[in-house]
């Protein structure tokens, strides 16, 4: 493998300044249209038929109720990312000004509220073309929709303006036109409380359509045939007995009994759950996250569960992406909640359901739902917090089960700081965490706070691989190794184990793409309630055993794999913060509204039925999803979300059955990153075409695996980093090692899709195990990456230590050669000499030659200097004094963010004359293609 071509490199480098950058995407929506209760639909209805073509087109053009989570810091003064460092004094963005009630849920709407919004909606949803095309879908012609349309809404409009301002006159009057109020609130107010309000607006929508489908079912305007046809459409997809359904009826023939360990984070409650599972024959443990299945699976087989007393029990591994298979006669598995198995003949003895309060999470919700409902099992743990108490009350004794509650008490103390930081980035101390939200924002608090206090710093961050999170942990956790803060956005309150003394937020809000929103109380509570983690003090073994023994009688969860801890500490950035999180702290949770409930795919095919055969994939979950009706304590979310798979499925639905269509609608891609939409839809034609998806060709067009090759070529010359940082010479770090961090992202997202695939129709993904390793291959290199980014300032003389200044010196002599590249055995002394053709060239373009001179063609010498070419090298091109001088003054720490320096990166090309080098290093990057090339700088 070679790298890009190179030439010698001087003494003299520079450190690139860290720039993750993502793609700017923008959410528009049309503005609300104000109406008065008492206008009728009559009068509104010709106003705004004018101008609902346009307005249909930007409403279908905007996705109302997703903002991407990746956007780019906004360029104001809020953004983190955008503000310029001054010396040691950073303004940090603070919080809009909120009040408490802007961070909690909001009430539900009343029935006269209802009416009011539905009233607004009305006129132009009647005469949307959505509708219209839903209608002729159902086999309505165009007199009969139009008239069931105008009868439907006028009968409607006078039946909500005839009530008075009173809720049980409005409440009447719903109940009299057929629809399902209650359901109809609790969507609107959960919508609400996750800040969707695209979502409470297609509420209102889904509840008229389905109105009007039953409306018309009885309209004597409507032919008799197509009457039929809309009642069975209706039948379909009324969904209010789904727990009684074919598919969970054996979950139904069996009575089971449910545990509720339910409590806040930290409390033991999934400690006591375990140790249920680890004492039975035949159990199962269901998990949001592989690596935390991945460490129950590993725990049980180590005996290192609480009662085992290292006396492992055989587990096998079932996650979307690995399979592993400990002993094939074992009873045992941990599994992600979506793999656990549901059709087994026998029922397991446990079953652990872990973070139960997923089950109204709109995305993921119905794996929960399914599992909840589904599982054959004699008893059955779920974990979760309080307020999923009331819904477990009246759902579980609805199913025909019973249940016990098992409530808990956090483990340590949570405390909030007397007072805030200040807006001081130079008192983070070590054991803190740092929580900010965006990419963008944790890499520029990062870089502050290394350059202000001059403690590295480990990153957790949504878009990161999930096994590089738990190695980012690991290292913050880990007192030998070089991280000693941690920067994490809302991504750090599920699934680590993290040793938090202290946790700071820098703001208490989040851009949600739109506007600067409040984050909410749910995520609040959880994030702080990380901070002091039981078990994260370094205690020895008889501390641990009078630990175990003081708490035996409380709640029995210690074992001597936790220690006991002082209890953690919360606190803000900014002083005007920090009050608002001391009030908001001790407000109770409230219950949670909904659960979310995936709809049947049996219910799915039968209605692809009864639409046309030209409907395409993503219409036909359009129209499950708009007339499903479930129990008021459910909602159906996930077909929504599922709209981007879909379109991309459209384009080749007529070479897929509608299982392989569901497959890949499944699948777990982010469609927000074009280029792993570009990878699912070239995965889709690959499949329909040759029915054999090789690895090779899903990448070829994105030739992302050829930069994973050019980045671990790269970092093989770099030398480990130094036993303490900022002491002496910065390391070198070549440009393309941090501008490359958002292509292994996405690289590794792409071969988790392709392994997911490869379990679900193995015989069209036969590169399973190319893909693995390459998976391995890209999580090492990332982590590299991560930790090699620039920002630890140099360490005052009073700050350095006799010892660290030895470590350091002895490092430098053993791995470190003159111009700062790793030392090779039969390398030239001075070191691997090269830097990035590209950089070259740039230095030339702009002007960084002596104007008495100018530089030869770096292709015409690059070969001599390699030894490829014949001849003499010309002679060493001159540099500019100007350009040595800025150079100089970026060494001494006085000019590190001009213009010229960023412009040139302060890389000297090399001395042509130098000799000759041998070692099998000296060729990286010389084969880097031009898109390689082009991100190097």
């Known amino acids: 493998m070679s790298l890009p071509s190179v030439i010698r490199s001087s003494a003299r480098r520079t450190i690139c300044s860290v720039c993750v950058a993502s793609s700017s995407r923008h959410t528009l929506a049309s503005p609300p249209i104000r109406r008065s209760f008492r206008t009728t639909y009559r009068s509104l209805a010709n106003a705004v038929a004018s101008t609902l073509d346009a307005d249909e087109e930007l409403r279908s053009s905007s996705n109302l109720d997703h903002t991407p989570s990746d956007l780019p810091a906004r360029k104001t003064s809020r953004s983190v990312a955008g503000q310029k460092a001054k010396g040691k004094t950073f303004q940090a963005p603070k919080s809009r000004k909120f009040t408490a009630s802007a961070f909690l849920p909001p009430a539900p709407p009343t029935p006269l509220e209802v009416a009011r919004r539905i009233l607004a909606r009305l006129p132009e949803f009647s005469k949307s073309k959505r509708l219209s095309s839903q209608v002729h879908d159902y086999g309505l012609t165009s007199e009969e929709e139009r008239a069931s349309i105008d009868n439907w809404a006028w009968t409607l409009d006078d039946l909500l303006n005839s009530c008075s301002n009173d809720d049980a006159e409005a409440k009447a009057a719903f109940q009299r036109s057929g629809f399902q109020l209650d359901r109809l609130i609790q969507s609107i107010a959960s919508a609400e409380e996750q800040g969707l309000a695209g979502s409470s607006q297609q509420a209102i929508e889904h509840a008229l359509t389905r109105n009007y489908v039953q409306a018309a079912s009885r309209d004597e305007a409507v032919k008799t045939s197509t009457r039929d046809h809309l009642r069975t459409i209706l039948s379909l997809t009324d969904l209010t007995n789904i727990a009684f359904s074919t598919a969970f009826l054996p979950a139904r023939s069996m009575r089971r009994h449910f545990h509720l360990h339910l409590g806040p984070t930290n409390s033991g409650k999934t400690y006591n759950a375990l140790k249920a599972l680890a004492q039975a024959k035949s159990g199962a443990y269901a998990g949001p996250l592989r690596l935390l299945a991945h460490e129950v699976w590993e725990r049980l087989n180590q005996g290192t569960v609480g009662g085992l007393d290292g006396q492992g029990k055989a587990c096998n591994l079932l996650t979307g992406e690995d399979h592993r298979v400990v002993d094939p006669t074992s009873q045992l598995l941990s599994c992600t909640v979506e793999m656990l198995p549901l059709s087994r003949a026998d029922p397991y003895e446990v079953v652990v359901i872990d973070e139960i309060q997923m089950l109204k999470d709109v995305a993921r919700g119905g794996a929960w739902s399914k599992a909840l409902i589904g599982v054959k099992a004699k008893e059955i743990h779920l974990c979760g917090d309080e ?551």
């Open 387 to 937: 307020t999923m108490l009331d819904m477990l009350s009246g759902l579980i004794p609805s199913l025909g089960d019973t249940m016990e509650v098992h409530r808990y008490d956090r483990l340590t103390p949570l405390k909030v700081a007397d007072k805030s930081l200040g807006g001081d980035f130079g008192k983070f101390e070590k054991g803190d965490c740092a929580v900010t939200f965006s990419r963008n924002n944790i890499f520029a608090v990062k870089k502050q706070i290394e350059q202000v206090v001059s403690r590295k710093c480990a990153v957790v961050y949504g878009a990161l691989p999930p096994e590089t999170r738990a190695e980012q942990a690991r290292n913050f956790n880990d007192p030998n190794t070089h991280e000693e803060i941690l920067v994490a956005s809302d991504a750090v309150g599920m699934g680590l184990n993290l040793k938090i003394k202290r946790l700071v937020f820098i703001n208490l809000t989040k851009w949600n793409g739109s506007a600067e929103v409040p984050l909410t109380l749910t995520q609040i509570k959880q994030i702080a309630g990380r901070a002091g983690r039981f078990g994260t003090r370094d205690n020895d073994s008889d501390k641990l055993r009078t630990a175990s023994k003081s708490h035996e009688d409380k709640n029995d969860y210690i074992g001597l794999d936790d220690a006991p801890d002082e209890g953690g500490v919360v606190t803000t950035l900014h002083d005007s913060d920090l009050p608002l999180l001391r009030e908001l702290l001790p407000i109770p949770l409230q219950s949670a509204r909904q659960m979310v409930i995936d709809v049947p795919t049996e219910i799915i095919a039968q209605m692809a039925t009864l639409l046309p055969p030209s409907t395409k994939f993503s219409s036909l979950l359009q129209h499950v999803s708009t007339l499903a009706v479930v129990p008021p304590n459910m909602t159906t979310g996930a077909l929504d979300l599922s709209r981007g798979p879909s379109e991309v499925i459209d384009a080749f639905a007529s070479h897929l059955s509608l299982h392989e269509m569901s497959v890949f609608n499944a699948a777990p891609v982010n469609l927000k990153d074009p280029v792993l939409k570009h990878i699912l839809g070239t995965t889709i034609h690959l499949y329909t075409r040759t029915n054999e998806v090789k690895l090779k060709d899903v990448f070829r067009a994105s030739e992302l695996p050829k930069k994973l090759d050019v980045i671990e070529a790269t970092l093989a010359i770099l030398p480990p980093l130094p036993p303490v940082l900022g002491i002496g010479r910065l390391p070198l770090l070549p440009p393309i090692v941090i501008s490359s961090i958002p292509s292994l992202e996405t690289l590794h997202k792409g071969l988790v899709l392709y392994l997911w695939l490869s379990f679900r129709l193995p015989l069209a993904f036969p590169d399973r195990e190319a893909a693995e390793q390459l998976k391995q291959r890209c999580e090492v290199v990332l982590e590299d990456c991560i930790e090699r980014i620039p920002g630890v300032r140099q360490k005052k003389h009073l700050e350095r230590t006799r010892e660290g200044d030895r470590a350091v010196a002895n490092w430098r002599a053993t791995f470190v050669a003159p111009n700062g590249t790793k030392k090779f055995e039969g390398s030239d002394p001075k070191g691997v000499q090269w830097v990035e053709e590209a950089i070259a060239q740039r230095l030339k373009n702009k002007g960084a030659w002596n104007d008495r001179g100018s530089a030869p063609d770096p292709s015409k010498w690059l070969n001599e200097v390699d030894g490829r070419g014949q001849g003499q090298p010309p002679a060493p091109p001159r540099i500019s004094a100007a350009f040595r001088n800025q150079n100089l003054k970026y060494r001494l720490g006085k000019s590190r963010h001009s213009p010229d320096f960023k412009a040139h990166s302060g890389w000297y090309p090399a001395d042509p004359a130098a000799p000759k080098k041998t070692a099998s290093h000296t060729h990286l990057l010389s084969e880097a293609p031009k898109s390689e090339k082009a991100g190097m700088e």
